[in-house]
């Protein structure tokens, strides 16, 4: 009977420090789930993916990209990342609807417009249908910007958009 309790407790305990350890792991952070589903859709970065501690502005983006310059400071379309192409430039978004990048000096003209997002498939939850298209540049990587974006989240600071073809996986990031 000895024998019998004490193999009972060992296993008891044995059981309770594995479900102690298994606890722990769980208390590890956890990536947002806008990550987890950029990363299950093969997006191969979370740099597109919004962080989910800043505050969404409720300003229109016109009121938002008219303040300073800009940066692309994530470019991913599906596994792709042409991130890097973008970093010489800097860019300027105008009341009047023109925008110039600044290629060290260098600059291109083109245009941009707020636009109601038209998905292919519906609005995605959660989603607003704002968004703006860009006209800029004939080439790489400037060419790039000119989807058809949705706005999935501003800050005053950040501006996270996305593909309104789901197809295409593409997602771009502004910061200033």
């Known amino acids: 009977m000895k024998k019998s309790l004490v193999y009972f407790l060992s296993i008891l305990i044995a059981a309770s420090i594995t479900v102690t350890s298994c606890k722990k792991s769980q208390d590890l952070p956890v990536a947002p789930v806008d990550t987890q589903v950029a990363l299950s859709k093969g997006a191969g970065t979370v740099a597109a993916a919004p962080p989910s501690d800043t505050t969404t502005s409720l300003l229109p983006i016109s009121q938002i990209l008219n303040i300073g310059t800009w940066k692309v400071t994530a470019y991913v379309e599906g596994i792709e990342n042409s991130s890097l192409q973008f970093l010489n430039f800097n860019f300027t978004f105008k009341d009047d609807g023109t925008m110039i990048a600044d290629e060290k000096g260098k600059f291109t003209y083109g245009t941009w417009k707020p636009v109601v ?27 790039l910007m000119g989807k058809n974006l949705f706005i999935s989240k501003k800050t005053l600071t950040t501006v996270y958009l996305d593909s309104v073809n789901p197809a295409e996986n593409a997602h771009m990031t502004l910061s200033r």
Do not use: H
């Open 117 to 143: 997002a038209n998905f292919y498939y519906g609005n995605p939850i959660g989603s607003n249908p704002d968004g703006f298209n860009i006209i800029i540049g004939s080439k790489r990587p400037l060419i």
